[in-house]
């Protein structure tokens, strides 16, 4: 692929050799662990020491990324601007892409996507269960492409959910008919909250 593109890969049940071929596929040079917890009791392959053993056999680099890491929590009494996510947790993600932390983490994934062919790994087979599909939003508002492997021989490209809404570089769910159309239309309270330096952000 041309210019600057970021695959993620969901690791599910797949043998290590049959995950290593996937990566070794599209030339992936570099697996980011997105997980927050990066072990599997019924996967004991994808174990953070196991995995990283098997990568460096692989010739692969190996890091984890925990400011894109999952499981997220907005506090009860703070309102979501992100109220088109149903599920919870998406919803709590989608919260915690508005901050100055999630915002370094892609402003790190980018750059290293720009030396190497990066792939970013969570556990969900596919990535519209999974965190990363949000992830990939925010990237796809910034002109990186992301490519989703779904197995040794077929990717997809990724394609921004179709209820996310983009404001310059960053991305939101608002529920529908929200009156809320842009950022400057949000409570100063998030938008200090989303913004800690001032940088157009995500």
Same mark, same amino acid.
């Given at each position: 692929?041309?210019?600057?593109?970021?695959?993620? /890969?969901?690791?599910? @049940? !797949? #043998?290590?050799? %049959? *995950?290593?071929?996937?990566?070794?596929?599209?030339?992936?040079?570099?697996? /980011?662990?997105? $997980?927050?917890? #990066?072990?599997?009791?019924?996967? #004991?392959?994808?174990?953070?020491?196991?995995?990283?053993?098997?990568?460096?056999?692989?010739? /692969?680099?190996?890091?984890?990324? =925990?400011?894109?890491?999952?499981?997220? !929590?907005?506090?009860?009494?703070?309102?979501? /601007?992100?109220? +088109?996510?149903?599920?919870?947790?998406?919803?709590?993600?989608?919260?915690?892409?508005?901050?100055?932390?999630?915002? =370094?983490?892609?402003?790190?994934?980018? +750059?290293?996507?720009?030396?190497?062919?990066? =792939?970013?790994?969570?556990? %969900?087979?596919?990535?519209? $269960?999974?965190?990363?599909?949000?992830?990939?939003?925010?990237?796809?508002?910034?002109?990186?492409?992301? =490519?989703?492997?779904?197995?040794?021989?077929?990717?997809?490209? !990724?394609?921004? @959910?179709? *209820?996310?809404?983009?404001?310059? !570089?960053?991305?939101?769910?608002?529920?529908?008919?929200?009156? $809320?159309? @842009?950022?400057?239309?949000? %409570?100063?309270?998030?938008?200090?909250?989303?913004?800690?330096?001032?940088?157009?952000?995500?």
């Amino acid at each position: 692929m041309a210019g600057t593109c970021v695959y993620t /890969i969901g690791h599910s @049940t !797949h #043998p290590i050799d %049959e *995950f290593v071929g996937m990566l070794k596929a599209n030339g992936v040079e570099r697996l /980011i662990d997105v $997980r927050t917890v #990066p072990g599997s009791r019924h996967n #004991p392959q994808f174990g953070e020491h196991e995995l990283s053993a098997s990568m460096s056999e692989a010739d /692969i680099d190996y890091q984890r990324l =925990a400011e894109l890491g999952g499981l997220r !929590h907005t506090p009860a009494a703070e309102a979501s /601007i992100n109220g +088109a996510w149903r599920n919870k947790s998406f919803r709590n993600y989608a919260d915690y892409m508005q901050t100055p932390e999630f915002v =370094a983490g892609v402003d790190e994934l980018i +750059a290293l996507a720009r030396k190497q062919t990066v =792939a970013l790994m969570c556990a %969900e087979a596919v990535p519209w $269960r999974c965190h990363r599909s949000l992830i990939g939003d925010a990237l796809l508002a910034r002109d990186i492409r992301v =490519a989703d492997i779904m197995s040794l021989t077929s990717t997809k490209p !990724h394609t921004l @959910t179709s *209820f996310a809404k983009l404001d310059g !570089h960053r991305v939101w769910y608002p529920p529908e008919n929200s009156p $809320r159309q @842009t950022f400057a239309d949000c %409570e100063p309270r998030n938008l200090s909250q989303g913004l800690g330096d001032g940088r157009p952000g995500l």
